[in-house]
């Protein structure tokens, strides 16, 4: 299991999964008073997080295991504390940041949503080969339409509805 691994290899961030996915206070971030320090925290790990996958440390396997998980456990909480209510689980992958973001909203029955969700292996297998893990080459007075293009397709998602 994904925790095991962590625990064996990356402590920190083994404590750091286990405190969020057993307390309901990940959800916090809709309190204008804890978005600063939620910002200032998820900044530190996500740095930490990408270098393992860079340096391919994290397998896909293992990736796909973790997010699986983390998936399941919030499915679990919404299953606890709200019946018959329906949630939609985003899990963006933006190459640019470069950073996963989950988001949890509301459903509100929008297929289109759903339409543009990709699997979670490729999700993952295309973040691993396009993250700009080294930063964004800046190139001067070389603007045309394929860069616009290619910034809008900077960021992909797997998409779940969660009925309750």
């Given amino acids: 299991m994904i925790l095991d691994y962590l625990k064996k290899h990356a402590e920190k961030a083994y404590r750091e999964i286990t405190k969020i996915i057993t307390s309901p206070v990940f959800l916090f971030s809709n309190d204008p008073k804890l978005i600063g320090i939620e910002e200032s925290h998820n900044f530190i790990y ?91 080459q800046i190139i001067e007075n070389k603007t045309n339409d394929k860069n616009i293009e290619a910034e809008s397709d900077s960021v992909r998602t797997y998409v779940k509805i969660i009925r309750t």
């Fill in 46 to 136: 996500i740095h930490g997080f990408n270098r393992l996958i860079k340096k391919d440390r994290v397998p896909s396997d293992k990736l796909l295991e973790a997010f699986s998980f983390l998936e399941k456990e919030v499915e679990l909480y919404l299953k606890k504390h709200y019946t018959d209510k329906e949630f939609v689980f985003h899990l963006s992958a933006d190459a640019l940041a470069p950073t996963f973001i989950i988001t949890l909203a509301s459903y509100y029955e929008d297929t289109s949503v759903v339409e543009q969700s990709i699997p979670l292996f490729e999700l993952i297998e295309w973040y691993k080969e396009n993250a700009c893990f080294n930063g964004l």
